[in-house]
């Protein structure tokens, strides 16, 4: 299955080819840390995580064409 | 006193008369300073039952404890007034320099009442205070103002003026400061025009006197290292790309106000993000006085249609003007902010009244005769004009100057009006952010993001990830953010470093690191139970206040817009606010009566009866 990821702010130097956004094929039932695995971003770098605009828990499947945002911490105006 | 000057500075605009009283250190105490020491003396001396623009409206300027010590952003001060836009109490804060150098000047707050006959603005230098005329300046903006208050004063001296938009009473006219740091909500800048006060110019060699120089310095250290820690391998969001960085999470999480509130996602967003901002106008960053974050940003326009150089926009500046009025043309948007700046003009307001115009032209309730042009959604050269009309009170603008509310009700549609307590709400979709709901229903000043930030827990996950969408136990946490918004709001810090760095996550958000700059700065020697009941009692005092100004639980309310009509678009598609079942446990929480007034045993334990 293909899910589509954006990624913002400084995430974006984790992204392949400086594309901030990418596809990536992923097996059907794949879960968060799957996604992971294949986005080298460390799990200490505080970074919010959006599945089609609702923050996942972390047992989370991902499902096909899902829309994946990730960015760093943000505060207000 | 300790953290204080120890004086408060008391001008009679109709007499002319400028005279020093001395603080009481009690009341600081209890009261904390800024926002708190100015309900206290709102409540003391003000009329919540008058008119706002009458001279018996006090103006209150207070600084904070921590304003000009050197503590990480202790750079501000609180404008304290009933508000003429919403009748109830405003709590306008602004950094920038003038906040410190007033405090320099040797006075912690200023009251001015009454009404002077001419145009006069007040020199304040080391202590010394006089009124001096300003017919020469009337009339000019803020920029020339400024300019030349400090040429015919002193080079150094820091300035807060109104523009021609505080002078003609527009009822969001803000107090500029610094050229471009605004006290820019509820009308703070029209009841100095209705008092002919055009500025106020400070300038002084004073330090603040510190209690334990020792601990100060040790503790600031502690909290300095941490923080450059935290940011030294990835700069803060709001360093990088200021405020303006937030359009990508709120278009993301869908609670970007967009076509005056009817949708929260925008089609153009990535036109008007922060990384659209820093690439295209931003020159570079400023900072207030002792912030390490320097969230400012000073822009310069080329584009010969918005030409110009200023500071700014924020994002609610941008949501406010650009998606809320379906413009994706950011110079246009940094253009009417300049406009607001220079004029001094709210811009949420400003921006979301303009939108309130577009849909009332859309659905043909405001005709073209009656505006004297057309207005569709999307018209970036309208959003401009109009701001300037505005500001100065000029055919269709003087309308505008009355806010959304009254626009909208006086076209016969008042549910179009994006606010609560007639004020603007900033740029936060209570459909998809359900506490942010209940956060603009009960906040003192009416819609404000400022007096309580449940975008923090929703959205930026502080002190932990809660649900934007649920509804349930929203309201002890709501809570604990407006307690802590006081406090901050009180001590002259700012949000956007206190919340993270000087805030318990783990004891949700406790004050702790403010308690320590606090005691080490003033002596107060508070517990944190005592200070966190200090947050609480401001809290209630402002309430009181509203509730002697008329208000009841009816005025803690939402357009239906929000609370019934289902969001159409983005992640929070299908859902309303759940507002009154959130009231409901809210109340509770703060041990109010159903109809939202602070009961006995609340006021009693505060000492507030
Ligand atoms: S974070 Fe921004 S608004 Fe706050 S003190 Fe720093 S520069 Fe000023």
């Known amino acids: 299955m293909k899910i589509h990821i954006k990624l913002y702010g400084d995430l974006k130097r984790f992204a392949p080819d400086r594309e901030n956004e990418f596809d990536l094929v992923l097996p059907a039932g794949a879960v968060l840390s799957d996604l992971y695995a294949r986005i080298d971003i460390p799990a200490d770098l505080p970074h919010t995580i959006l599945i089609n605009g609702r923050r996942p828990d972390e047992a989370a499947t991902v499902k096909d064409r899902d829309v994946i945002v990730m960015f760093p911490q943000l505060c207000g105006g | ?609």
């Open chain 2, 1 to 609: 006193m300790y953290g204080w000057m120890g004086n408060i500075l008391r001008v009679n605009l109709t007499t002319g008369q400028c005279t020093r009283e001395t603080l009481d250190p009690g009341v600081a105490r209890d009261y904390v300073g800024g926002r708190g020491l100015g309900i206290y003396l709102l409540t003391k001396e003000g009329n919540p039952e008058g008119d706002a623009l009458a001279p018996d409206n006090p103006l209150i300027m207070a600084t904070g404890p921590l304003t000009g010590t050197g503590a990480p952003t202790g750079a501000r001060y609180m404008v304290m007034t009933k508000s003429p836009l919403t009748g109830a109490v405003t709590c306008s804060n602004s950094g920038g320099k003038f906040p410190t150098e007033m405090k320099r000047a040797g006075v912690d707050a200023i009251i001015f009442s009454g009404r002077s006959e001419k145009p006069v603005y007040l020199w304040l230098e080391n202590g010394d205070a006089t009124l001096r005329p300003a017919d020469h300046v009337w009339g000019k903006n803020t920029h020339e103002t400024t300019d030349t208050l400090l040429e015919e004063t002193a080079s150094g001296a820091k300035v807060a003026c109104i523009g021609p938009a505080g002078e003609k009473q527009v009822l969001f006219a803000a107090i500029m400061n610094d050229k471009h740091r605004a006290a820019g909500r509820s009308g703070v800048g029209a009841v100095m025009g209705s008092k002919n006060l055009k500025a106020v110019v400070v300038k002084g060699k004073g330090r603040v006197p510190l209690a334990d120089q020792e601990r100060f310095k040790t503790f600031n250290k502690q909290i300095l290292d941490i923080f450059k820690e935290g940011v030294k391998e990835t700069p803060l969001g709001l360093t990088v790309n200021g405020t303006a960085g937030v359009v990508m999470a709120t278009q993301n999480f869908g609670v970007l106000p967009t076509k005056n509130w009817q949708q929260g996602t925008f089609e153009g967003w990535e036109k008007i993000h922060g990384e659209a901002l820093t690439k295209k106008f931003l020159k570079k960053n400023s900072a207030c006085y002792g912030c390490p974050i320097g969230c400012g940003r000073l822009t310069k326009v080329d584009d010969e249609r918005f030409r110009g150089e200023g500071e700014g926009p924020e994002y609610e500046t941008i949501y406010a003007m650009g998606s809320n009025c379906m413009i994706d043309d950011l110079a246009a948007i940094v253009k009417a902010n300049y406009l607001c700046n220079e004029l001094g003009l709210d811009t949420i307001t400003m921006g979301a009244t303009i939108a309130c115009a577009m849909e009332l032209a859309d659905m043909g309730a405001l005709t073209k005769e009656q505006m004297g042009r057309s207005l569709s959604w999307g018209d970036a050269d309208a959003l401009v004009e109009l701001t300037r009309m505005t500001g100065m009170r000029e055919g269709f603008g003087d309308l505008l100057a009355l806010g959304s509310y009254r626009l909208a009700d006086r076209f016969g549609h008042p549910e179009l009006a994006p606010v609560s307590k007639k004020q603007e709400f900033p740029g936060y979709e209570p459909r998809g952010s359900q506490a942010m709901g209940l956060a603009y229903a009960t906040s003192p000043i009416g819609g404000s993001h400022m007096r309580g930030d449940p975008a923090y827990f929703e959205l930026f996950s502080v002190p932990e990830s809660m649900d934007p969408h649920e509804w349930k136990g929203k309201a002890k946490v709501t809570k604990a953010f407006q307690d802590l918004s006081a406090l901050i709001d009180s001590a002259g810090l700012c949000i956007f470093f206190a919340v993270r760095n000087l805030a318990a996550k783990d004891l949700g958000v406790a004050p702790t690191g403010i308690l320590e700059y606090l005691n080490a700065a003033t002596g107060a020697d508070y517990t944190l139970e005592e200070l966190m009941a200090a947050g609480e009692r401001i809290i209630n005092a402002e309430r009181l206040f509203l509730a002697r100004a008329g208000f009841t639980r009816k005025d803690d309310s939402l357009p239906d817009r929000l609370t019934k009509t289902p969001a159409p678009t983005g992640p929070a598609k299908g859902m309303v606010c759940h507002l009154d079942e959130m009231l409901e446990e809210y109340y509770q929480v703060q041990g109010w009566t159903e109809d939202g007034f602070p009961g006995s045993e609340v006021l009693t334990r505060l000492g507030l009866e």
